[in-house]
């Protein structure tokens, strides 16, 4: 009989290949479409990998999932086209699609509550200021690292990585970027912390078999 962790992991995979198929299904550009999702071809093998070793908290893996599907809604219609960013854009009277706005700021949320998990796991700090701290910083070198690759398609494409890079004309598009991951990472430590903790006793309790 299946257990009920096995069912979980069984709907999370069908849910990520179901968005791949939608996502990769009449993509705006497959060669854009191929860039914004890579990330999603690295993770989750890397997560089958360690689930039996290193099971994350249900909490991480659903929100691994939540930020795959901002990465294929990206890639389906490249992030200057969302939909979703248009009506923001119209409701707000704003001057552009901010929806390239709210995938980094996921770049900083999600990889928070990851960062965080290992930490307290792998190294003996705890819950507070330091952990808060390097989490953030964590998150912070993970977007520059990001920059660079968009800076290094910028000079390998050329005008061809517009749609990739998104910037959509806004001569500070970077620090914007790495600003939204830097108020991601805070948000997710000041709203999800005691969640994941309750959820790594859980774990922990698991592991001891109590």
């Known amino acids: 009989m299946m257990t009920r962790t096995r069912g979980w992991e069984v709907a999370w995979l069908a849910a990520m290949l179901a968005g791949l198929g939608w996502s ?12 914004e999702v890579f990330p999603v071809f690295v993770v989750v093998p890397l997560l089958a990998f360690t689930r039996i070793r290193f099971p994350l ?9 939540m930020h795959a599907f901002i990465l294929m809604v990206g890639g389906h219609y490249t992030y200057a086209r969302v939909p979703l960013g248009f009506w923001v854009q119209d409701w707000l009277d704003l001057g552009r699609n901010h929806y ?10 999600v990889p928070a509550m990851v960062a965080r998990e290992i ?32 800076w290094g398609a910028a000079l390998a494409l050329g005008q061809g990585a517009d749609e ?8 500070f598009d970077t620090q914007a970027d790495m600003f939204m991951a830097w108020v ?3 948000t997710a430590q000041w709203l999800l912390s005691r969640w994941q903790e ?13």
Do not use: N
């Open 57 to 65: 908290t249900p909490l991480v893996y659903g929100l691994i999932l």
């Open 198 to 210: 309750r959820q790594l006793g859980v774990l922990a309790c698991r592991a001891v078999g109590v």
């Open 100 to 109: 390239d706005r709210l995938g980094h700021f996921a770049q900083g949320f």
């Open 119 to 150: 930490l307290l796991r792998r190294t003996p700090l705890k819950p507070g200021k330091w952990l808060f701290f390097l989490v953030t910083c964590v998150c912070l070198a993970i977007s520059a690292c990001y920059e660079f690759i968009e």
């Open 24 to 35: 990769w299904h009449g993509a705006f550009d497959p060669g854009i479409w191929a860039m």
């Open 184 to 186: 991601g990472a805070m």
């Open 164 to 171: 990739f890079l998104a910037t959509q004309g806004d001569p």
